[in-house]
């Protein structure tokens, strides 16, 4: 397979198309891990939103106080490896009629990648906790988080 890119050489290019191979080695297997642990959890507010009665793309949408494509991309589990960024966080918590199982699933999210289980450095972490809206979370949660205390 060719791929014109300006400026990569063919070992650099070699390197990107093989970053999956990355899984047989010590430290790539663990953020490998971390990774896929992020994915099975934000999977998990698709389960939250059904067993709330909101089975179609639309309705979860429409809970979420997302559009469309963004709630489709982030219930599949594959949204950015990154994961849900601070503002989508806080979208969807501002969302009035979001179901408490689903808010309780992404506040366990915010929880864990503050907490670093999701393989994010701490200077990472510090700034998607500072963008998060405290009018979301009591006071004691919002400064656990922004201690990015290990979760028990």
Not at 124 to 152: N, T, Y
Request: proline share 4%.
């Amino acid at each position: 397979m060719t791929i014109d890119t300006p400026g990569k050489s063919p070992d650099t290019l070699m390197m990107i198309t093989d970053a999956p191979s990355l899984q047989g080695c010590g430290a790539g297997d663990a953020l490998v891990k971390k990774k896929d642990r992020q994915s099975r959890k934000i999977r998990q507010f698709r389960g939250a939103l059904v067993e709330a009665g909101f089975v179609t793309i639309d309705a979860q949408s429409k809970v979420l106080g997302l559009a469309r494509s963004t709630t489709w991309a982030i219930l599949k589990g594959k949204y950015k490896s990154s994961g849900l960024s601070a503002t989508i966080v806080n979208r969807i918590l501002k969302a009035p009629q979001l179901p408490s199982v689903v808010r309780a699933r992404v506040i366990e999210y915010v929880e864990e990648k503050a907490a670093g289980l999701y393989g994010h450095n701490k200077a990472q972490r510090l700034r998607f906790a500072s963008r998060l809206s405290s009018k979301h979370f009591g006071d004691a949660q919002l400064e656990k988080i922004m201690r990015l205390e290990p979760v028990a």
